[in-house]
């Protein structure tokens, strides 16, 4: 945390109770817990503003002509094919007929 080592931690803790006092640190500290949590919370709520804006600015916007196809045929364009579950059909191999002596003798 800030590249604070436990011992520097425990000197700063010393030296604000010898300034402070015991009786008000508690006080002190609960208000810069509270402080450090209102920080961290507007720094996410930054932080996802500031990624929401990226996303937006990397999606390719739609041109007019884009714009207007998909307004005209909303009703009709699907988002997600429709998925089928079937058996896939296997196909057969075709049969050949019995070419008769007869027809053999003819075409030679």
């Known amino acids: ?11 700063i803790l010393a030296i604000a109770l ?5 009786k008000k640190l508690p006080e002190i500290a609960k208000g ?9 919370k507007y720094m996410d709520e930054f932080k996802d503003a500031v990624n929401v804006g990226v996303e937006e600015a990397g999606k390719p916007k739609p041109s007019p002509a884009q714009k207007v196809y998909e307004e005209h045929y909303k009703d009709t364009v699907k988002d997600e094919p429709e998925i089928v579950d079937a058996e896939p059909v296997k196909a057969e191999p075709a049969k050949e007929e019995p070419v008769k002596a007869e027809e053999k003798k003819q075409d030679a």
């Open 1 to 11: 945390m800030f590249g604070l080592g436990f011992g520097e931690i425990i000197l």
């Open 18 to 22: 010898v300034v402070v006092g015991p």
């Open 32 to 40: 810069l817990g509270k402080a450090y949590g209102e920080f961290r």
